[in-house]
């Protein structure tokens, strides 16, 4: 699975629009991107995940580029509960397991 | 519906002796994962069942972990001898039939080893 590039951390204001960047510039044409989080002392989360076009839910918005060498997950509005490390993930479709890197710890502050 | 669980929550042993993680998977979902977390590191993948089979164990660090799934429901992972670098927090997870749908993951094990 290709491997994702994501900054260690960053700080959020409650309420505003989250932005996490994630690089996958080696990504094939038959992988996926996927999102995880993890709130401390607990679990994994799906968040989201797409191919190539931008994919919203109730969670979350998935921005993919065009060349789908980078992405952009949107938490349009944080909160406090939305405190966690999140995972940018590159799977093949056929895939099973998912690969972790380190992550972005995202800190939604008052 | 009840998501994943795992038993216990938290187990502390000494080195050397043998310890049994359990996990009840989302009833209905044939794939069942394991991956744990030691101490300052990633989250690793550990293995995949499809139903009672083993579909990859590529993950397992060694001989001292044991992995089943009788009957294609809940599964356990047995460490027997413990280590100390066994210390983590060890996860499990299910998806429904299709293997790269949606994991579910459980709360997790945290393993000490003392």
């Known amino acids: 699975d290709a491997k994702t590039t994501q900054p260690t951390s960053m700080d959020c204001a409650e309420g505003r629009a989250a932005n996490l960047p994630c690089n996958h510039s080696?990504?094939?044409?038959?992988?996926?991107v996927y999102w995880y989080r993890q709130i401390h002392s607990q679990g994994p989360q799906y968040i989201i995940h797409g191919l190539k076009n931008n994919e919203t839910n109730e969670m979350a918005s998935l921005i993919i580029t065009e060349d789908r060498k980078s992405s952009t997950l949107i938490l349009p509005h944080a909160t406090l509960r939305d405190t966690a490390v999140y995972y940018c993930?590159?799977?093949?479709?056929?895939?099973?397991?998912?690969?972790f890197g380190g992550g972005t710890r995202v800190l939604v502050k008052p | 519906e009840a998501g994943v669980t795992q038993f216990p929550s938290h187990s502390v042993i000494e080195k050397g002796q043998t310890v049994t993680l359990r996990c009840d998977p989302i009833s209905g979902h044939d794939n069942l994962y394991w991956y744990r977390r030691v101490m300052g590191k990633e989250i690793k993948f550990l293995l995949h069942?499809?139903?009672?089979?083993?579909?990859?164990e590529s993950g397992m660090p060694n001989n001292r972990f044991l992995a089943e799934r009788t009957g294609g429901t809940y599964s356990t992972l047995k460490v027997q001898p413990a280590e100390l670098e066994d210390s983590g927090v060890y996860f499990c997870?299910?998806?429904?039939?299709?293997?790269?749908?949606?994991?579910?993951f459980g709360p997790g094990t945290r393993l000490t080893v003392t």
């Open positions: 069942f499809v139903k009672e089979s083993k579909q990859d």
């Open positions: 080696t990504i094939s044409g038959n992988e996926y």
């Open positions: 993930i590159v799977r093949k479709a056929a895939g099973n397991k998912l690969t």
């Open positions: 997870a299910s998806s429904q039939v299709v293997a790269w749908g949606e994991q579910y």
